[in-house]
C-alpha cells in the first residue's frame, strides 16, 4: 500500500477561489500524519489570484506549523510559446513551482502544440519540478513526448486526485492518466500525487489516486512523496 509523506499541491484564499488559510491548511496536513505541505498559489492568469508580490514575502510565513513542514510554491500557468505566466524574479522567492495548463488563460493548440508548449515550460526555470494535471482532453497531450521531455528535463508528472472526483471537471482524466503512467514507467519518469485542495477538508485527501495506481500496479518506486529525503532531494530543497 503507497503511503505519502506530502501533499505538494494545494491552495488558499490568496488563489481567489480556496476557501481555507495556509494555517487551516496545514493543521489538517497534520492531522492526515503528513510531514510536509506545499503551498501552491495559481499565478497570474487565474481570475481573482493573487499578485505576484504575494509570492515575495512568503519569508513571512513560518516554517513549521502544527509539526508539519511548509514549502513554498506556485502553480504557475503554461501559456502559448513555452512560456511562464511568473517571472524568474518572482520564482526565485519559492522553494518550488509547478506548472500547469490551464483553459482560463490558454489557447488549445492540439496536442502536438500543447506538449511543445509544456516541455518549453520545463527548461524556464530551474526551480520548476513537476506538471500539474497533465490529463484533460480539452487541452490533449502526446503522453510518449511529455514522458520524454519529462525525463530529458528532469521534471517529474503529477497525478491529480482532484481530477478524478465526481463530477469531474476535466475531461477523460482516468484513460489519459492510464497513457501517461504506462510511459512514465517505459521511460522512468517519476510521479508526485497531490491533492489539488482549494479546502482544507481536501489536504492529503488522495485516495482515488492512489486506488488507480495501485489498480494499474505502478511502480511505487517512482512516486517521489513516499520518503522524504527523496522527495525534497528531487526538488532541490535542503
Known amino acids: ?3 505519502l509523506i506530502a ?3 494545494t491552495h488558499t484564499l490568496a488563489s481567489g477561489h480556496a476557501y481555507g488559510t495556509i494555517r487551516e491548511n496545514a493543521q489538517a496536513a497534520a ?3 503528513l510531514r510536509i505541505l506545499g503551498v501552491t498559489e495559481h499565478a497570474p492568469g ?6 505576484p508580490i504575494y509570492f515575495n514575502n512568503l519569508r513571512a510565513v513560518p516554517r513549521e506549523l502544527f509539526g508539519v513542514r511548509v514549502l513554498h510554491g506556485s502553480e504557475i500557468n503554461v501559456l502559448e510559446g513555452g512560456n511562464l505566466s511568473l517571472p524568474e524574479r518572482n520564482i526565485q522567492h519559492l522553494d518550488y513551482c509547478a506548472a500547469g495548463i490551464h483553459i482560463q488563460c490558454y489557447r488549445d493548440e492540439g496536442a502536438a502544440g500543447n506538449t511543445k508548449n509544456v516541455i ?13 494535471h497533465p490529463d484533460d482532453s480539452r487541452t490533449p497531450l502526446d503522453y510518449e513526448e511529455l514522458c520524454k521531455g519529462a525525463r530529458d528535463n528532469h521534471v517529474a508528472l503529477e497525478v491529480n486526485n482532484s481530477s478524478l472526483v465526481e463530477p469531474v ?14 510511459c512514465c514507467e517505459k521511460y522512468r519518469v517519476p510521479v508526485i500525487v497531490d491533492s489539488d485542495a482549494h479546502d482544507p477538508s481536501a489536504v492529503g485527501r488522495v485516495d482515488l489516486a492512489l486506488a488507480m495506481l495501485e489498480a494499474y500496479g505502478f511502480d511505487e518506486s ?3 512523496n513516499t520518503d522524504e529525503k527523496k522527495l525534497l532531494n528531487f526538488l532541490l530543497v535542503d
Open 1 to 3: 500500500m503507497i503511503r
Open 7 to 9: 501533499d505538494l499541491h
Open 120 to 132: 518549453g515550460c520545463m527548461g524556464k526555470s530551474r526551480k520548476l519540478r513537476f506538471i500539474t
Open 31 to 33: 492531522e492526515r500524519g
Open 169 to 182: 471537471f476535466r475531461l477523460n482524466s482516468r484513460e489519459n492518466y492510464a497513457k501517461m503512467l504506462e
Open 222 to 224: 517512482l512516486v517521489l
Open 46 to 51: 487565474i481570475p481573482g489570484t493573487c499578485d
